[in-house]
């Protein structure tokens, strides 16, 4: 089963900042926070991941809450083309043991 | 994009029937996996590969053989397709110390 919990929809307006949460309560001291995100019927796109220290990349920037138990993907100017549905997992990092365990995702609605 | 090339991507059989799935890699990468996509249930891993030769059961394998006998390749087998299966397929492919990363699917339907 998935070890993350989502909210199921969120809408946020062309330009804005999203931001997008995800509950890990059980994450382990080893396991990482990975968000991936699928654009229609796509494959799976990797986003980011992070330990416990925040991350910023070209695509969005990942906060984790002190005690790991949340986390926040922010998109910082989300466009039409961010409309998907997005995935937080939690996974050891590489290796068979960290296999992606999928949840229902948080489907997101970019709208002008 | 990742060097990762799923095929067929559409496919059409009969129940009954046998079908495989090819997961072909550049990437030199240790890891696949299969998964399967349907509606209501996201994606569900069906069989892993750590290895030539290594493989593992996931969540959904009834049903499901792979086989790895090269590091590039990567073959799901249904051995008596059935209505159930009927699904999106993806393969996925990780190094020891990264993400993984997606193939483009592979939309099956069982008549």
């Known amino acids: 089963d998935a070890k993350t919990t989502q909210p199921p929809s969120m809408d946020c307006a062309e330009g804005r900042a999203a931001n997008l949460p995800c509950n890990h309560s059980?994450?382990?001291?080893?396991?990482?926070v990975y968000w991936y995100r699928q654009i229609h019927s796509q494959g799976p796109q990797y986003i980011i991941h992070g330990l416990k220290n925040n991350e910023t990349n070209e695509m969005a920037s990942l906060i984790i809450t002190e005690d790991r138990k949340s986390s926040t993907l922010i998109l910082p100017h989300a466009t039409l083309r961010d409309t998907a549905v997005y995935y937080c997992?939690?996974?050891?990092?590489?290796?068979?043991?960290?296999?992606?365990?999928f949840g229902k995702g948080t489907k997101l609605s970019v709208k002008p | 994009d990742a060097g990762i090339t799923q095929s067929p991507r559409h496919k059409v059989t009969e129940t009954g029937t046998p079908v495989t799935l090819r997961c072909h890699q550049t990437e030199n990468h240790r890891y696949m996996y299969w998964y399967r996509q349907d509606p209501g249930h996201g994606l569900r891993l069906i069989h892993y590969?750590?290895?030539?030769?290594?493989?593992d059961k996931g969540e959904v394998s009834d049903g499901y053989s792979v086989s790895r006998s090269k590091t590039e390749d990567f073959l799901l087998t249904l051995e008596s397709a059935t209505s159930s299966q009927t699904s999106v397929y993806f393969c996925?492919?990780?190094?020891?110390?990264?993400?993984?990363?997606f193939g483009q699917g592979t939309r099956l339907t069982v008549v």
């Open positions: 997992i939690v996974r050891e990092y590489g290796g068979s043991q960290g296999n992606l365990i």
């Open positions: 059980t994450i382990s001291g080893n396991e990482y």
């Open positions: 996925a492919i990780s190094g020891q110390a990264s993400e993984a990363f």
């Open positions: 590969s750590y290895g030539v030769k290594d493989t």
